[in-house]
C-alpha cells in the first residue's frame, strides 16, 4: 500500500477539533485586524490634510498652477495656498485634527459599555456582522469628503463618532469568541500572538492609507472601508461562536462516552465531559489571578462544586456584578492610562515623524508601522513572561516601569537620525503595547472566568467591555492632550506620555503586592 503524501499525513496528524480551533484563531484574528486597518488612515492622512506651508519659488509656483487647473473640478480654488485641506489648512489645525481623534475615541468609549451589556445578549455573529458592514460604511463615508470636495468640519466629525460607536461592537465579541474556543492553559502566550492583530491591523492600515495618501487622500479611507465590510460578509458566513454549535466540539452524550475516549487517541473530548468540576479545579488561570491569602494556601476546590444545577443556562451578569469581580477596577483604570499613551502614538506618531524626520506623509507613515512591529514582540513576551511567572499585574508593572525612560529616551534620541529612530520606535512599541496587550486579551478573559462568577461563562464580554471601555477614556484623552499640548513643544507631549506611564503603574501597586504575597505565603507553605 502506498504511503501517504507528506501533506496529508500533516492533516491527519491533527484532530477535527484542533483544526477547528486553528480556524475560529485565525478567522478572529483576520476579522479584528480589519478593524484596526480601519482606524489607522486618519493618522495618515492628517500630513496631507495639513502641509507645512513655505513661500514657493517660481518654479514651484509654476508647476503647482498646472496642478491647480488640472484638479480644479475636483477641489476648491480656496484650497490654493497648498497648505492642505480646507478647513484643516488653517494654523488651528492641530487642535481640528485632535477634535477628529476625540470625537471618534469618546464615542468609541461611551459605547464600548454599552456594546458588552448588549452582546452578551445578542448572537456574536450576527452582531458582529452589522457592525463590521456599519464600520466599512463610515470609514469610506470620511473618504468620501474628497470626491465629493466636502470642506465642512462636521461632516468629518460625524464620520468620526459614528465610526466610533459602531466599531465598539468588534474587541467584546472576537474577545468572547476566543474565549470560548479557547481554555485557559498558557492563556497569556497564546493570546499574545493573536492579540498581534492589532499591530497587524495599524501596520497594514498604514501601508494602505500611505499607497494614495499623496495621490487620492479619499482611497485612503474608501480602501479600508471595503475591506472591513467585505469582512464582515466572511464573518457572517464563517463564524462559529462556541464549539457546541459544531460538532467537532459537542459533548457526547453519556451514552457514547466510553466509545469517544476509546477511538479518539488525542482525547480532546475528555476536558468537556466534566466541564462544570474539572475546568474548575484545574484551571490554573482562575487560581492565579488576583489570589486571596486562603487561597494561595489551599486549592481553590472547597467552593468550586456549588454550581452544579444541571448546567442551566446563567443570566448574564450585571455591570455592577462585573465591577465586584476583584481586580477589574484597577485594571481598566491602569488600562486608561496604557492606551492613552498607546492611542496617542497611533493617531500622532506620523506627524511627529514628518516634523521631526521632515519625512513625507508617504514615508512617515511607513516608518510609523515599526512601533506596531515591537508592539507585537512586546505582546507575545508580556504573555510569555506573565504565564510563566503567574503574575499578570507584576508583569504589566515590569514593563510600565521600562516604558517611562523608552519614551524619554525616543524624544531625545529621535532628534538624532533616522537609525536612531528605527530603534527606539521597535523598544518603545515593544514595552508600550506589552501591557496594553495583556490586560485588554489574557487578564480580560482571565476576569470574565473569575472563581467568583461561579462558573458564569456570560461575564466574558462584558468584563472585557468594562475593562476596554475605561481603557479608551483614556485613548480619547491621549490624542485630545497631544493636539493641545504640542503647539508648545513635543518634548511636553513626551512628558505626558511619561505621568500617564507613572499612574498607570500606580494602579497596578496594590495587585502587584498581591501577587508577591501570595508567591511568598506559597514558598512558605510548602517549607512546612
Known amino acids: 500500500?502506498?504511503?501517504?503524501?507528506?501533506?496529508?499525513?500533516?492533516?491527519?496528524?491533527?484532530?477535527?477539533?484542533?483544526?477547528?480551533?486553528?480556524?475560529?484563531?485565525?478567522?478572529?484574528?483576520?476579522?479584528?485586524?480589519?478593524?484596526?486597518?480601519?482606524?489607522?488612515?486618519?493618522?495618515?492622512?492628517?500630513?496631507?490634510?495639513?502641509?507645512?506651508?513655505?513661500?514657493?519659488?517660481?518654479?514651484?509656483?509654476?508647476?503647482?498652477?498646472?496642478?491647480?487647473?488640472?484638479?480644479?473640478?475636483?477641489?476648491?480654488?480656496?484650497?490654493?495656498?497648498?497648505?492642505?485641506?480646507?478647513?484643516?489648512?488653517?494654523?488651528?489645525?492641530?487642535?481640528?485634527?485632535?477634535?477628529l481623534d476625540y470625537s471618534f475615541l469618546c464615542a468609541y468609549a461611551v459605547g464600548m459599555y454599552l456594546s458588552g451589556i448588549i452582546g452578551e445578549r445578542l448572537p456574536i455573529r450576527y452582531y458582529l456582522t452589522v457592525g463590521m458592514l456599519a464600520s466599512g460604511l463610515f470609514t469610506a463615508m470620511f473618504g468620501l469628503g474628497y470626491f465629493y470636495n466636502i470642506h465642512n468640519l462636521w461632516f468629518y466629525m460625524i464620520a468620526q463618532i459614528a465610526n466610533g460607536l459602531v466599531q465598539t461592537t468588534g474587541w467584546p465579541s472576537v474577545v468572547t469568541c476566543i474565549g470560548n474556543w479557547f481554555g485557559k492553559g498558557r492563556r497569556g502566550l497564546i493570546m499574545g500572538i493573536w492579540n498581534s492583530h492589532t499591530s497587524v491591523g495599524n501596520i497594514l492600515g498604514s501601508l494602505i492609507a500611505g499607497y494614495w495618501v499623496s495621490t487620492c487622500w479619499g482611497l485612503s479611507f474608501v480602501v479600508p472601508g471595503v475591506i472591513i465590510a467585505c469582512l464582515g460578509i466572511v464573518c457572517f458566513l464563517f463564524l462559529i461562536e462556541q464549539p457546541k454549535d459544531f460538532s467537532c466540539a459537542c459533548k457526547p452524550s453519556s451514552s457514547s462516552k466510553s466509545y469517544m475516549n476509546g477511538t479518539n487517541k488525542?482525547?480532546?473530548?475528555?476536558?468537556?465531559?466534566?466541564?462544570?468540576?474539572?475546568?474548575?479545579?484545574?484551571?490554573?488561570?482562575?487560581?492565579?489571578?488576583?489570589?486571596?491569602?486562603?487561597?494561595?494556601?489551599?486549592?481553590?476546590n472547597h467552593n468550586m462544586a456549588v454550581n452544579g444545577e444541571g448546567g442551566t443556562r446563567m443570566s448574564a451578569i450585571s455591570f455592577i456584578g462585573a465591577l465586584r469581580i476583584p481586580g477589574v477596577i484597577e485594571f481598566s483604570l491602569c488600562l486608561l492610562f496604557a492606551k492613552l499613551?498607546?492611542?496617542?502614538?497611533?493617531?500622532?506618531?506620523?506627524?511627529?515623524?514628518?516634523?521631526?524626520?521632515?519625512?513625507?506623509?508617504?514615508?512617515?507613515?511607513?516608518?510609523?508601522?515599526?512601533?506596531?512591529?515591537?508592539?507585537?514582540?512586546?505582546?507575545?513576551?508580556?504573555?510569555?513572561?506573565?504565564?510563566?511567572?503567574?503574575?499578570?499585574?507584576?508583569?504589566?508593572?515590569?514593563?510600565?516601569?521600562?516604558?517611562?525612560p523608552a519614551l524619554y529616551m525616543f524624544s531625545a534620541i529621535s532628534k538624532m537620525g533616522l537609525e536612531a529612530t528605527v530603534?527606539?520606535?521597535?523598544?518603545?512599541?515593544?514595552?508600550?503595547?506589552?501591557?496594553?496587550?495583556?490586560?485588554?486579551?489574557?487578564?480580560?478573559?482571565?476576569?470574565?472566568?473569575?472563581?467568583?462568577?461561579?462558573?458564569?461563562?456570560?461575564?466574558?464580554?462584558t468584563v472585557t467591555a468594562i475593562i476596554d471601555g475605561t481603557g479608551s477614556v483614556g485613548a480619547a484623552l491621549g490624542p485630545l492632550l497631544a493636539g493641545l499640548i504640542s503647539p508648545s513643544g513635543w518634548n511636553n507631549v513626551f512628558y505626558m506620555l511619561m505621568i500617564a506611564d507613572a499612574c498607570a503603574l500606580l494602579f497596578l501597586l496594590r495587585l502587584i503586592r498581591k501577587e508577591l504575597q501570595c508567591k511568598m505565603d506559597q514558598t512558605l507553605f510548602k517549607e512546612h
Open 266 to 300: 488525542f482525547g480532546v473530548h475528555k476536558p468537556t465531559l466534566n466541564l462544570k468540576e474539572t475546568d474548575k479545579l484545574q484551571d490554573p488561570a482562575m487560581q492565579r489571578l488576583l489570589p486571596d491569602r486562603e487561597n494561595c494556601m489551599v486549592p481553590l
Open 341 to 404: 499613551v498607546s492611542y496617542t502614538f497611533l493617531f500622532w506618531l506620523p506627524l511627529y515623524i514628518t516634523n521631526v524626520e521632515h519625512l513625507d506623509a508617504k514615508r512617515a507613515g511607513d516608518l510609523s508601522t515599526l512601533f506596531d512591529v515591537g508592539g507585537i514582540f512586546g505582546g507575545i513576551l508580556a504573555g510569555m513572561i506573565s504565564d510563566r511567572l503567574e503574575k499578570r499585574a507584576s508583569t504589566c508593572g515590569m514593563m510600565l516601569l521600562l516604558a517611562a
Open 1 to 99: 500500500m502506498a504511503q501517504l503524501p507528506p501533506g496529508v499525513r500533516f492533516i491527519v496528524l491533527f484532530t477535527r477539533d484542533q483544526w477547528c480551533r486553528a480556524f475560529i484563531f485565525v478567522l478572529t484574528f483576520l476579522l479584528y485586524a480589519s478593524f484596526h486597518l480601519s482606524r489607522k488612515p486618519i493618522s495618515i492622512v492628517k500630513g496631507e490634510l495639513h502641509k507645512h506651508c513655505a513661500p514657493p519659488n517660481e518654479v514651484e509656483l509654476s508647476s503647482y498652477k498646472e496642478y491647480a487647473i488640472q484638479i480644479q473640478p475636483v477641489k476648491k480654488l480656496s484650497n490654493e495656498s497648498q497648505c492642505g485641506w480646507e478647513p484643516f489648512d488653517k494654523n488651528n489645525y492641530k487642535q481640528l485634527l485632535g477634535a
Open 423 to 461: 530603534v527606539m520606535l521597535l523598544i518603545s512599541g515593544a514595552l508600550v503595547n506589552g501591557p496594553y496587550a495583556l490586560i485588554t486579551t489574557a487578564v480580560s478573559a482571565d476576569l470574565g472566568t473569575h472563581k467568583s462568577l461561579k462558573g458564569n461563562a456570560r461575564a466574558l464580554s
